[in-house]
């Protein structure tokens, strides 16, 4: 089983900054895709920033230029720097991770990929 933990969320002004940081522990053999998604009161979820293996990123229009995302392999840990902060950027953010693990069965060992979420952080902006 793997189990994501988030920290960083909380209460910030308008044009503040938080990080964010979500660390993957369990039987994880790699990963491919790791990265954040938020839901804001009466939203949908959507993609904010996710962090690829081969170190490419995909950003949403609505961050870029004010959140990074970077990676950290050897700790399993994803980090979102969060700059220059909005109102409308107060949500609920996940954490996300496509892992690659191994479990033995009775034909071997079996390598599967799955996705896992995070409980979630709340990051609110107060304008």
């Known amino acids: 089983q793997v189990q994501l933990v988030e920290s960083g969320g909380g209460l910030v002004q308008a044009g503040g900054s938080l990080r964010l940081s979500c660390a993957a522990t369990g039987s994880i053999l790699s990963i491919n895709a790791m990265g954040w998604y938020r839901q804001a009161p009466g939203g949908q979820r959507e993609l904010v920033a996710v962090h690829n293996r081969d170190g490419t990123t995909n950003v949403a229009d609505s961050v870029k230029g004010r959140f990074t995302i970077s990676r950290d392999n050897a700790k399993n840990t994803v980090y979102l720097q969060m700059n220059s902060l909005k109102p409308e950027d107060a949500a609920v953010y996940s954490c996300?991770?496509?892992?690659?693990?191994?479990?033995?069965?009775?034909?071997?060992?079996?390598?599967?990929?799955?996705?896992?979420w995070g409980q979630g952080t709340q990051v609110t902006v107060s304008s």
């Open positions: 996300y991770a496509q892992v690659v693990s191994q479990v033995a069965t009775t034909s071997g060992v079996k390598r599967y990929t799955a996705p896992y």
